[in-house]
């Protein structure tokens, strides 16, 4: 079984991706979407949203980051795809799951799942401008409003090349309104060869163990589970090969939390504060005492004055 940790605009970032995956569990993470409207976008776009393409294309812990790319033009959406990879990236994901009206108004994400004759000339575009080497992947939704298309979709993205799906098992629609709708993946997972991971609620061992049972894939996604329980990936790991793993207690939370903050001082110091914030809201489901340290710095601006909280 591999474990991915999602992209999360916003949230799973270089610093994020960083501090994730020296804990363990993860096999692969992608990057935040890079938006391709109608221009070839410059390099440094690129190492902005994936600095570990300076290192090798790997997380400081030797975890391959997948670059991903939004946008709703197989000419621009190759050309930018055909640019990136001479970066050397681990592998190119194609975004076809974003639910935000800003990107789904202007020809991305979840809306392009209406069109399931576009997607794969997306994907076609994309994987022919990509040397062979390279995997290219796509993430969708189950369906724009339902799922009556989802078995086009999957075959258009298969015959067009992809290497590997994930399918996030919700609509546009449900948004993140819970269940995901793991059995629904199970019958294209069965009609195709390539890996389809399955990505959408899984907060535990427990949902790891069902989605992987419902949906027949042997790949999971996490995304807000990785956020609300750091170690959740290690811990599914270490019970599925039989080790013990010590659940990570609030001082070492803290030491993690610490460190990604003062990791994420100098690129944004402004935002110290709510960066803290938006982790420990996640963190509620797992640990009590996040609620407590929210209380004590949700009015706090100055970066040091979040780091004395934290001690
Ligand atoms: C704040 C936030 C930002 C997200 N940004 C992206 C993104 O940039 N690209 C993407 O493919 N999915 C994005 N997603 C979707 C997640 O990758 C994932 O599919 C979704 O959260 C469902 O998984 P989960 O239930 O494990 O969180 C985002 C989700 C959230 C909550």
């Not at 040397?131 to 298969?158: E, Q, S, W």
């Not at 709708?181 to 061992?205: D, M, Y």
């Not at 080790?243 to 903050?261: G, K, Q, S, V």
């Not at 994420?264 to 640990?287: A, D, I, M, S």
Request: aromatic share 8%; charged share 25%; proline share 6%.
């Amino acid at each position: 079984m591999r474990i991915i940790l999602a992209p999360m605009e916003g949230v799973v970032d270089y610093e994020m991706r960083d501090v994730l995956t020296r804990i363990g569990g993860y096999d692969r993470c992608v990057t935040e979407f890079v938006r391709v409207t109608d221009q070839l976008l410059p390099n440094k776009t690129y190492f902005r949203f994936s600095p570990e393409l300076e290192q090798g294309g790997t997380t400081p812990a030797g975890i391959p980051v997948y670059l991903q790319l939004l946008g709703g033009s197989p000419k621009y959406m190759a050309l930018n795809a055909a640019r990136a990879q001479k970066l050397s990236p681990p592998g190119i994901d194609i975004n076809f799951g974003c639910p935000s009206k800003t990107v789904t108004n202007s020809d991305g994400g979840s809306a392009l799942l209406r069109e399931p004759c576009r997607v794969g000339d997306i994907v076609a575009a994309v994987r022919d401008a990509v040397d062979p080497a390279i995997p290219v992947t796509a993430k969708i939704r189950l369906g724009f409003n339902n799922a009556d298309y989802l078995d086009n979709i999957v075959d258009n993205i298969v015959r067009a090349g992809a290497n590997e799906l994930c399918i996030h098992a919700r609509t546009r629609t449900d948004h993140y309104k819970p269940p995901a709708h793991w059995s629904l993946v199970k019958s294209v997972r069965e009609q195709h060869a390539i890996p389809i991971i399955i990505n959408g609620e899984i907060w535990n061992i427990a949902d790891s163990h069902r989605a992987k049972q419902e949906s027949g894939c042997t790949d999971i996604m996490l995304g807000r589970g990785a956020m609300s329980h750091p170690d959740l990936a290690a811990k599914i790991k270490a019970e599925q090969s039989g080790n013990t793993h010590e659940a990570m207690a609030w001082p070492a939370i803290l030491d993690m939390i610490t460190r990604y903050l003062h990791n994420t001082e100098n690129k944004h110091p402004r935002f110290v504060g709510n960066r803290l914030k938006q982790w420990l809201v996640f963190l509620h489901r797992q640990y009590p005492e996040s609620v407590a340290l929210f209380n004590k710095v949700k009015r706090l601006k100055e970066a040091d004055d979040v780091f004395a909280a934290l001690k």
